[in-house]
């Protein structure tokens, strides 16, 4: 299924959602179509032209927003005042400020994990949730992707990773990380941001992809990404307990929802989908047998926009 064409935004704005964050949002296709919410990935990672092609412009109205610090919501990179539930939060007023009763839910990757941890907190504003690639915040697929379990297949890339961190201080990657990209010293933010961004365009297709690898690697996208990530990442994404995000799937269980997963998913192993679906089966699971990561591997991308197309209807 080829995406819809490019499509530029019919309303833009800035929401002031604290003292210190402005986020910025925009709505593309049908002001008076079904109203769906886009949750990007990172966190960090901002909105990107091609997400609003998943939707029949003609039938939704497609609502998109830069989390706090990313994309262009302001100020950039920002790590005070910024975690999941101020980004639960934000999403919450920005559906009123739209005057939007009730959306669909769509996020990929993070973008998973925030609309769980949105739904879970907001579940009436919920119509439907369509999940892809699923990551659930947990110890275990942090130290999948960040200390030992995808190195194992990408070695040559994680080498490149290693490279800014001094061997005793690889115990805790992501500790080490923190402290450089929280350094005042822009040089060794920007080599580890860099660093830290490339690594995940690497493991992100299944097939590796230099062009998708160069953009990770571009200085403003990297800092956002590589900054705001390894922030939610040494606070455990700021949940309250290891599994609170399959917990609380008993407060969605009645909303309709759909998982879609990339067999081959080397950012977030199917492991994740796979608990997530034993925890909600009434959510129907799509593994793709022939996907990594990415949504725009064409198995993720068919699937997730027969998944819109389903429930357009809802
Ligand atoms: N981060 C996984 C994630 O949410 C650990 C993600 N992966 N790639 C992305 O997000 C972007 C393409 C949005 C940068």
Redesign the pocket.
């Known amino acids: 299924m080829d995406l819809f064409a490019p499509i530029k935004p019919y309303r833009e704005g800035f929401l002031k959602v604290s003292p210190l964050h402005t986020i910025h949002f925009e709505e593309c296709g049908n002001p008076r179509g079904k109203p769906l919410v886009f949750l990007?990935?990172?966190?960090g990672?901002g909105t990107d032209a091609i997400y609003p092609r998943y939707f029949d412009p003609r039938q939704w109205r497609i609502v998109l927003f830069d989390q706090r610090g990313c994309g262009k919501s302001l100020p950039f990179a920002e790590l005070r005042k910024n975690t999941t539930w101020d980004l639960v939060a934000d999403i919450e007023r920005l559906r009123e400020h739209l005057g939007i009763s009730r959306w669909v839910v769509f996020g990929?990757?993070?973008?998973s994990s925030l609309a769980l941890a949105y739904s879970q907190t907001h579940p009436r504003s919920c119509k439907g949730i369509i999940l892809r690639g699923i990551?659930l915040l947990r110890d275990k697929e942090l130290s999948w992707?960040y200390q030992e379990g995808a190195n194992y297949i990408f070695p040559d890339a994680w080498e490149k990773f290693l490279k800014p961190i001094p061997p005793r201080q690889r115990g805790n990657l992501i500790r080490a990380y923190y402290r450089r990209l929280t350094s005042p010293n822009a040089k060794i933010r920007l080599e580890a941001a860099r660093a830290w961004s490339i690594w995940?365009g690497a493991i992100?297709k299944l097939r590796q992809d230099e062009g998708l690898i160069a953009h990770?690697g571009e200085d403003r996208f990297a800092e956002a990404?590589a900054r705001i990530?390894c922030h939610y990442f040494i606070h455990k994404s700021f949940r309250k307990t290891e599994d609170q995000l399959l917990d609380g799937v008993k407060k969605i269980r009645k909303i309709p929802g759909v998982i879609v997963q990339g067999r081959y998913d080397m950012?977030?192993p199917m492991i994740s989908a796979w608990d997530l679906h034993r925890a909600w089966p009434e959510a129907k699971l799509v593994v793709v047998p022939d996907a990594g990561?990415?949504m725009t591997e064409p198995g993720i991308r068919s699937e997730l926009m027969k998944a819109a197309e389903r429930f357009r209807r809802l």
Do not use: I, R
Not at 40 to 43: A, K, Q, T
Not at 108 to 111: A, C, F, I, P, V
């Open positions: 990007h990935g990172g966190p990672g990929g990757s993070w973008g990551f992707m995940e992100s990770f990404l990530e950012c977030c990561h990415s």
